[in-house]
């Protein structure tokens, strides 16, 4: 019990200063672990360390893929299905076939479903791998398609690999393996989707953020373990879910459920992260001392891995580079739709205006069934001309395939299903140390110059927010708060300052920030109030007579009640336009951040009204 404290402590200490020193020396935290552990292996009389796969494939990357599916914009990953789709399935297949092939040829003792199981296992890119690719300083959208890519395409491997593995005892068609991924996919689709809609539910039932986080952590093995009995895809299932509650989160949980939620995974991400690349150099023995028993060289491991990982890269830009030019030819067609889009957006929305007015005379029923139809189309054009402007403005040429190329690594994943190979496969160890190599060197040459590359071919950098793109958040913001009307109690103190709220010609912009300041003032008097000297009444703000102890607690929570109308009117306004892809997730997840900073203190200050 000791021995496993003194590993937990140093493998926290280990994160926590890789973590921090990968800043100063500019190389990736992944790539410090790895060699470390690699280091550490090499000790002499180093007790060799074997993980078992199933403790990485069922503990340690069902949360690691929900986070990442968490923190990804639904909507740009709705942008990127396509591409993501191709990198994902496509090109996954292709690579396991060719490369099987290509193993088969170097090292014929295997047998042809043994090398396509090779060709699976190193054909998918590692999610967490792309946590380089961030700091890199590529464009969002490179890094959505990349981090959707390691998210989806791990099913696509699984699948086939299991499909080699059957084939190595029985004949299995390429029908058999299609309609396998098929319901793989959809069978982790719909449960990941019920999953994560019962556990956003539940958690919205929840006023305690201590329960909630522990709800939160346990979504992610909710989802996958029914996948995986029912055959599906458990990893899917728990992107499925993750991508619900990135979804869902923001409108069904309070700010201190969001952000204790967050600050928990942030530190559980790096820890996961950080024991994945730990681990794998730690295994190095392990993998070498396997490698000893069997009849093939080291050489031949050698030789294999270094065209194994020349054809992954090879393979990827022969996939990559035509689905970029096929991408930029739809860009180009579709954005000369524009101009007819919007104008028949105009149309439809002055028709249904026109019809929501002449409905005005019938039941209230069909008032409602008219407004619902106009929402949904002027929601549905107003997407369909915000992709459109997505896709213009961020185009993906070249240069920006060449990252995508070189920015495909391979991680965690490759080795833990390597080691999921049975025991009676033919050399089992040598495909396991070519798998080692491949992920290993992925990660050291691809991981260590992808800053050479990004600055060689100089692709479309992450930008931040500009000032339009603020002005008209803001702009949004205030719209919102106009909608919000006074409470009564509010107007009528407002009368008394002689601010005309009932006329038709009354301001409602004045009625509006006069309502807000004296919310404002009535919170602040109450909760600072003292209540030495009840008979004090007339010492209000603006010398306002506030009355009596119950009227002005009264008073202050109907001026808190009012606050929070507003945060939420703006919230829901600002996931509104996010849904509808009228602003960058950067330029609305700092909008969102400033309410839930404004709710929390609003919530923070009323404690003292209790």
């Known amino acids: 019990m000791t021995t496993l404290l003194l590993a937990i402590i140093a493998v926290l200490a280990v994160t926590a200063a890789a973590d921090l020193l990968s ?30 796969p199933e403790f990485v494939l069922t503990v340690i990357l069902p949360p690691l893929l929900y986070s990442s599916a968490v923190n990804m914009s639904v909507s740009e990953f709705r942008r990127n299905l396509l591409p993501i789709g191709v990198l994902a399935v496509v090109l996954v297949a292709l690579s396991s076939a060719v490369i099987g092939f290509a193993v088969n040829l170097m090292a014929p003792g295997v047998g042809i479903a043994a090398c396509i199981a090779l060709g699976a296992i190193v054909s998918p890119t590692d999610a967490v791998a792309t946590a380089i690719v961030k700091k890199a300083g590529v464009s969002q959208r490179v890094v959505t398609i ?33 309609l396998d991924f098929v319901i793989a996919v959809v069978g982790a689709v719909v449960i990941g989707w019920l999953v994560g809609h019962v556990m956003i539910w539940l958690r919205s039932k929840i006023n305690s953020a201590t329960p909630d986080t522990v709800l939160s952590l346990a979504t992610p093995f909710v989802a996958f373990l029914p996948a995986e009995f029912l055959h599906s895809s458990g990893l899917v299932a728990a992107v499925v879910a993750g991508l619900v509650v990135s979804h869902r989160g923001p409108r069904s949980l309070t700010p201190t459920q969001r952000m204790s939620s967050k600050t928990t995974w942030n530190s559980l991400m790096m820890i996961l992260e950080s024991s994945v690349f730990l681990l794998m150099g730690l295994e190095l023995t392990s993998v070498v001392s396997d490698l000893e028993g069997d009849s093939f060289s080291w050489r031949l491991a050698l030789g294999v891995a270094a065209v194994t990982l020349a054809l992954t890269l090879i393979l990827r830009t022969a996939v990559t580079m035509p689905l970029l030019s096929v991408l930029a030819r739809w860009s180009g067609r579709r954005a000369r739709f524009k101009s007819r889009l919007q104008h028949a957006s105009e149309k439809v929305g002055a028709a249904l205006d026109l019809e929501s007015a002449l409905a005005q005379q019938e039941p209230q029923q069909a008032n409602a069934t008219h407004q619902g139809r106009r929402n949904w189309l002027q929601r549905r054009l107003t997407r369909l001309v915000s992709d459109l402007d997505y896709h213009t403005d961020h185009p993906l040429g070249p240069r920006e395939g060449s990252v ?24 089992r160890s040598f495909l396991i140390f070519v798998a080692f190599l491949v992920a290993a060197a992925s990660l050291l040459i691809q991981g260590t110059t992808l800053n050479q590359v990004v600055r060689l071919a100089k692709p479309a950098r992450t930008v931040g927010v500009s000032r339009d793109e603020h002005d008209a958040i803001r702009q949004l913001i205030r719209h919102a708060a106009r909608t919000v009307r006074p409470p009564g109690a509010i107007c009528n103190l407002l009368v008394k300052f002689n601010i005309d709220v009932t006329s038709k010609d009354a301001n409602r912009d004045q009625i509006r920030r006069a309502a807000m300041a004296l919310a404002r003032q009535q919170f602040e008097a109450m909760r600072n109030y ?51 892809g009228l602003f960058s997730p950067e330029g609305i997840g700092e909008a969102l951040d400033i309410l839930d900073a404004d709710q929390l203190s609003l919530e923070t200050r009323a404690i003292s009204l209790n």
């Not at 935290?29 to 280091?39: D, E, N, R, S, T």
């Not at 070189?406 to 050399?427: K, V, Y």
């Open 404 to 427: 995508m190329v070189w920015a495909g690594m391979r991680g965690s994943i490759t080795l833990a299903a390597a080691q999921t190979l049975p025991l009676g496969t033919a050399h």
């Open 146 to 178: 990349l981090e959707g890519e390691g998210l989806v395409n791990d099913a696509t491997a699984l699948v086939i690999l299991s499909s080699a593995v059957g084939a190595m005892t029985s004949r299995i068609s390429a029908g058999q393996v299609v």
């Open 530 to 580: 003292s209540g030495d000297d009840d008979n004090d009444a007339d010492s209000g703000p603006g010398q306002l007579p506030l009355g009596p102890m119950q009227d002005r607690r009264r008073l202050a929570e109907i001026s808190y009640d009012y606050a929070l109308d507003i945060i939420v009117a703006q919230r829901t306004a600002l996931l509104d336009a996010n849904d509808a």
């Open 23 to 52: 800043d100063k020396i500019r190389i990736a935290a992944p790539i410090l672990l790895l060699v470390l552990g690699a280091g550490v292996a090499l000790i002499p009389n180093m007790p060799a360390i074997e993980a078992m």
